[in-house]
Structures are given as structure tokens and as C-alpha cells.
């Protein structure tokens, strides 16, 4: 999809990656209410006609259904390249924690990130400053930290409601160097893919060689990416087998031809299409047939890089860089296969066949907002965010176990646990349970945690009852959550309703007190 200046919200599906397949659905629709009402008008008492009234009425409508998905969830992505900086103090506007309808999902990559060996080697022991901020940020609101990739600079995070945790699966990531001969990290994709809900979603963040001649090599290197890139799911082993693929970073195309005044003026006038032809990445795009597959928005935001530190000015150091739009987020739907001349002809296969995933679970991509935060310096790029709604139909909405506290819990006395799995997944003796607070950070943020059953795998709706220590149990009281985290599919897969841990008598007796920390009394 080019560019479209005038068009604020773009939107692309996995039932209509053409205009004849998307016309399709809508030609079948209407042969279905025409057939409908020739029954209508033909009518008569006889028990047939009321049949064929009621079968083509219920083709109709789930042909309909097909067209609508049923539910909407919002995505906000980030890409920044920070340049080695430490964080800013305040990361709100750009994640833009209050917006309407609520965010679901956030997606973060960040380039240059400081990896020094000695700062390198302790991020690897502890969360690195961004994480971090990111983490305390996000926490509070609800957002639990999903999973993450590093590969030196480079760094990918990716956070949800907790609500959403248990239809998070199959998390996997995976990385590739493109820097000095591919033997260097700092320049190359980090990726996370995994289901949401069951749709396969890939998001690859992406730094590229650097340089206005390099715009070959940058396309080149992409393509080594995608071709490398592999996951161990059968279904989706590489990036492109994904329903969805989000293609962000600083990928470095540049401006060409024009001159640095030119840009500089037209960008100050505010007549960035004047060089939107120019930019290499939109000049690639009518070369490169896997590139036409990734749609981008307009880009009505000023270029973001190259900037002064701390500044909203443009490099004023001796080389004087020409702007450059090098900070991008794109998307891809997987392309559906187009249909068979023999499928259009064939009435009776058209109206009785069951369509594949793609038909019978849409998903539509939505782009609400697509600018740059000029507000934060640190960088000499300024951030670029993308704000996304997903429409889908779920493949499934139930938890794969279920989990729930029995009785009172305090840290007087022993508490009590039950766990069913409710549908044959690949669990492992090396499965836990954790014991969350309310606004728990990751997985890994628990106050405390028991094994699994070890000795036999449970049976599909067996209940199983497990024992947490008193002496493991928080002293004050507080919200918790249990979660049980699959070692195979990298996830929390279940989660309890929210419940209450009572103060217990040492507590009152040691006058102990909660903090409040972020917003969550600790």
C-alpha cells in the first residue's frame, strides 16, 4: 500500500490482501439474500420451501459474521533509538498511559542501547535501565511484562493487561546479527512471536546499516532477516508464515536527491510530501515485491533524526546530516491465496465449504496514530509511536487451567491451592504456580512459588490441591492473583480471580507497616 497523505487511518485484513478477494465475500453475500428472496417469492406451503428459507438465511448470516470480527483490542508500539542514552525520568506521553479506548499491548524496540561489555554484561545479571523504567511505569496501570530480547543494542519488550496473560502463548524470540560480516550485534532484528488468542503475531525490531549509499544493503540485509529468522512452531517457522507482522526500528533509509536546504525548508513549511518521493524506503517499495506486501502510514510527522541533543533543531555540528524519516513502523497481513476460477464457478462448493482460518478468524489491523514525540532529547532520534486496534475473532477464550485459593489465607497458618487443567496442553512436571500482588511486573515478580504436582502428570479436569507454606506467605495483607506458568509454552496460562491476604498476627505484632511504591503498597 503507498502512502496516502489524506488518509489518517489505514487499515489492512487478512480476508481481503486484494481487491478481488475482498469484493468476494460480498458478491457471495448477495447471491445468498437473492437466492433468499427468490425463495421468498416462490413460496409455499410446503415444509421444502420453508427449509431452503431457513438454510440460505443461515448462510447469510454467517457469512456476515465472517466479515465482522467480534472483538477489538489496542496496540501501541514504540521504536527509538536511543543513542546509548540513559532514560528520560517521565516515559507518559510516550506511552501515552491515558489514552481512550484503553491499550491492551505495548510493543517497545529500542536501538543503542549502552552495551559497553562491562554495562552489557551486568544488564544480562539484572534489568537494564529502560526495562526498568519501562516495568515501574507500566506495573502500576496493570501491564505485565510478557517477554524480552537483547542482542547487544538492541532490545524488544513486549507488555499486556494482565487479563490477557493466559491467551499469550508459544512465546518465542530470536535474533540475528547483520553487523561486520554477521558476526556483530550491533547492527541486525531481535523478534517476538507468539498467539494472541490464537492469531500467530510477529514483531521485529530492526537496526539497519547505516548511510545514504547503503539503501541496497539495507534491503538486502532485511531480506537475510526474514530468510534466517526460524522458530521452533510447525506452523509458523519463520516471520513470514505469522498472520501479522509488525517491521519497526531504525531502519535507516534516508532522503536522497535533495539537498540540504530543500529538506530542511520543506520540512520547516511544512511540505513534507515533497519528499516523500525521495525517501528511499517508499522508493524501494515499487521495486521490491516482498517489500509492497508491508503496509506504512502517511508520514505527516516531521523526519526524526538527525537532531542536536536535548534540542528540537536539526544537526547543527559540522557534518549537518540531512534529516531523515529512519525510524519506521510497518505491518504485514499474510497474504491469502487468491481463489480458483473453478471455486467462483461452483455454487454449490461456495456455499457449503468450510473456509479456512483466515475466513472463519479474520483479524484487521487498524492504524489510529502514526507521529513522533519531539517532546524527549536524550536521543539525536526522537521516538516514533504507532497506535493500532486489532479486530479479530478469537480462537478460543477459556484458560487452559483453572486456578483458585481455598479458603483464608494469611501467614498464620498453611494456605491451600486447587488447579484443574481444562484442556491437554504439553504441562511439564516443571510447571509453578506463583503467588503474584496485584500489579506484579512479569512472571518472574512473585512473592513466592510451588512446584507442581511432580510425581504424575494431571488428567484434563482433575482437581489438584497443593500447599503454600506459611512461612513463604507475605505478613500484610494485600490483592494477589496465582498464575501457572507452562515451561513449554513460555507463558502464564491461567490465572485466579484477584483475592485478599489478611494481615497476619506477627505482622501486628512486629508493627509492621506497607510501603506504597509506584502506586502499589508493597
Known amino acids: 500500500m503507498d502512502l496516502l497523505p489524506d488518509s489518517s487511518r489505514l487499515r489492512s485484513d487478512s480476508t481481503s490482501s486484494s481487491a478481488s478477494q475482498g469484493s468476494r465475500s460480498k458478491t457471495i453475500l448477495r447471491q445468498r439474500l437473492a437466492e433468499l428472496m427468490t425463495c421468498i417469492e416462490d413460496m409455499s406451503s410446503d415444509d421444502e420451501a420453508g ?48 489514552d481512550q479506548p484503553a491499550i491492551d499491548l505495548y510493543v517497545i524496540g529500542l536501538q543503542e542501547v549502552n552495551a559497553t561489555p562491562v554495562r552489557f554484561i551486568s544488564d544480562l545479571m539484572e534489568e537494564d535501565s529502560w526495562s526498568h523504567l519501562f516495568m515501574d511505569t507500566l506495573g502500576p496501570k496493570g501491564f505485565v511484562k510478557v517477554t524480552s530480547v537483547r542482542m547487544q543494542g538492541l532490545l524488544l519488550l513486549v507488555f499486556a493487561k494482565m487479563m490477557h496473560l493466559p491467551f499469550i502463548r508459544n512465546i518465542q524470540t530470536t535474533y540475528t546479527r547483520t553487523g561486520i560480516f554477521g558476526y556483530w550485534g550491533n547492527k541486525g532484528a531481535v523478534s517476538v512471536r507468539f498467539s494472541f488468542y490464537g492469531h500467530m503475531m510477529c514483531f521485529l525490531n530492526c537496526h539497519l546499516a547505516a548511510h545514504m549509499h547503503n539503501a541496497l544493503q539495507r534491503v538486502d540485509e532485511f531480506e537475510y532477516i526474514l530468510e534466517t529468522q526460524d522458530f521452533d512452531i510447525f506452523d509458523t517457522p519463520h516471520v513470514l508464515d505469522h498472520k501479522v507482522v509488525f517491521w519497526f526500528g531504525d531502519l535507516n533509509f534516508r532522503i536522497e536527491d535533495h539537498g540540504l536546504h530543500f529538506v530542511r525548508s520543506s520540512i ?60 519506521r513502523i510497518l505491518w504485514r497481513i499474510k497474504p491469502k491465496s487468491l481463489p480458483s476460477e473453478e471455486d467462483d464457478d461452483d455454487d454449490e462448493k461456495a456455499s ?16 489510529n496514530t502514526y507521529t513522533s514525540v519531539m517532546s524527549y532529547g536524550v536521543s539525536d532520534h526522537k521516538p516514533v509511536i504507532g497506535n493500532f486496534t486489532l479486530e479479530l475473532r478469537k480462537y478460543f477464550d477459556t484458560q487452559l487451567v483453572d486456578l483458585a485459593p481455598a479458603g483464608e489465607w494469611s501467614a498464620d497458618h498453611d494456605a491451600l491451592l486447587t488447579y484443574t487443567i481444562l484442556e491437554d496442553f504439553m504441562s511439564s512436571t516443571w510447571d509453578w504456580i506463583g503467588l503474584y500482588k496485584v500489579g506484579f511486573k512479569s512472571a518472574y515478580d512473585y512473592e513466592t512459588f510451588v512446584w507442581v504436582r511432580e510425581n504424575e502428570l494431571p488428567e484434563v479436569n482433575e482437581v489438584i490441591e497443593k500447599s503454600v507454606a506459611k512461612d513463604d506467605l507475605p505478613l500484610l495483607s494485600g490483592e494477589y492473583v496465582l498464575g501457572y506458568y507452562s515451561t513449554n509454552l513460555n507463558s502464564i496460562v491461567g490465572l485466579s480471580d484477584n483475592f485478599q491476604i489478611l494481615e497476619s498476627k506477627r505482622a501486628a505484632m512486629e508493627d509492621l507497616v506497607s510501603k506504597d511504591i509506584n502506586g502499589i503498597d508493597k
Open 51 to 98: 427449509e431452503e428459507v431457513s438454510r440460505t438465511l443461515d448462510e447469510a448470516f454467517q457469512l456476515c459474521g465472517r466479515l465482522l470480527p467480534t472483538d477489538a483490542f489496542r496496540l501501541h508500539m514504540v521504536t527509538w533509538n536511543v543513542a546509548t542514552a540513559e532514560p528520560p525520568e517521565d516515559v507518559a506521553s510516550l506511552l501515552q498511559l491515558n
Open 268 to 327: 520547516n513549511g511544512g511540505r513534507l510530501n515533497l519528499l516523500w518521493s525521495k525517501d528511499q524506503l517508499i522508493m524501494m517499495k515499487k521495486k521490491e515485491p516482498f517489500l509492497q506486501e508491508f503496509d506504512e502510514g502517511p508520514l505527516n510527522f516531521k523526519p526524526t533524526y538527525k537532531f542536536d541533543r536535548k534540542a528540537d533543531s536539526y544537526d547543527t555540528s559540522g557534518k549537518k546530516r540531512k534529516p531523515a524519516w529512519t525510524d
Open 352 to 367: 457449503t465449504s468450510a473456509d479456512d482460518g483466515q475466513e472463519e478468524y479474520p483479524i484487521m489491523v487498524t492504524q
